[in-house]
């Protein structure tokens, strides 16, 4: 598929149930996320909440013959962590929860940090900073504009607090299936790239690591770490082009007071 696939008025409106529903799941998970419980505990709750009390479905489960209902990577994880019934979150950890949803036939997709306990300032300060940088390109997004301007958002953002930002790795239009078209690159140069058109939907979810952008895949076939084993973050909404600017489908409760769907101006 190689152009983006703008969603109708009717379309959009189910996407955001399914970015509603996903946004939830994250709520349930911040009294649950907590020192001592397994990545695989966690990942049974998610499929449970989601079959069972919100009648959709985990998409990521069975996607790419993948087993689990999210990733969970942790620390020096970069994605697509796999769960573990003997991997403990433990204190000073950081994780990324990576989950998508499916309801009445579309997907949302969106990733959080959590901080177990203690973390130390400079896990705490790189977490931060990927998540400005996610907004930095967010915030970029209107009719017009590019992809490459988001990229180059991003990409500034990071290489300003001295991180980087993962190349082999981008975001990725979303609908009915899990990736369409558009690919969206989290570094880049303005004005070069896909135009955004209103309805294009997709996500941003930029990769910033502590040292080296270069990764490496483990032997399982899916955990991508840091070649240097520095730590790395990762945030991630699956975001709407409206006709005066964007919405977050997929925002939670908790960013409403800070960051509302709005025009990219602020109003």
């Not at 970015?19 to 709750?45: C, K, N, Y």
């Not at 939670?252 to 769907?261: M, P, T, Y």
Request: with cysteine; charged share 25%.
């Amino acid at each position: 598929m190689n152009r983006p696939i703008i969603k109708t008025p009717a379309e959009q409106e189910l996407m955001r149930e399914s970015g509603r529903l996903l946004a939830s799941v994250f709520a349930m998970l911040d009294d649950f996320v907590t020192p001592g419980v397994t990545t695989m505990e966690i990942d049974r709750q998610v499929e449970t909440f989601i079959t069972r009390d919100l009648k959709a479905r985990p998409a990521s489960k069975g996607q790419y013959d993948y087993p689990y209902s999210l990733n969970t990577s942790i620390n020096e994880v970069v994605c697509h962590g796999m769960p573990s019934a003997s991997r403990k979150l433990k204190n000073g950890d950081i994780v990324n929860l990576d989950i998508t949803l499916e309801k009445n036939g579309f997907i949302a997709d969106s990733s959080k940090m959590y901080m177990i306990g203690e973390v130390q300032p400079a896990a705490r300060k790189l977490v931060q900073a990927a998540y400005d940088a996610m907004w930095k390109g967010i915030e970029i997004v209107r009719p017009g504009t590019t992809l490459g301007d988001i990229g180059h958002a991003i990409q500034k953002h990071a290489d300003g607090h001295g991180y980087s930002v993962v190349r082999e790795y981008c975001g990725h239009g979303i609908g009915r299936e899990m990736h369409e078209a558009p690919q969206v690159l989290h570094f880049g140069r303005p004005g070069t790239g896909e135009i955004l058109k209103e309805g294009m939907t997709f996500t941003i979810e930029p990769m910033i690591n502590q040292g080296t952008h270069k990764t490496k895949t483990k032997k399982d076939g899916w955990t991508v770490i840091t070649r240097d084993k520095k730590l790395s973050a990762q945030w991630e909404h699956t975001i709407l082009v409206t006709a005066s600017g964007y919405e977050v489908l997929t925002l939670r409760a908790e960013e409403s007071d800070k960051h509302q769907n709005r025009k990219p101006d602020g109003r």
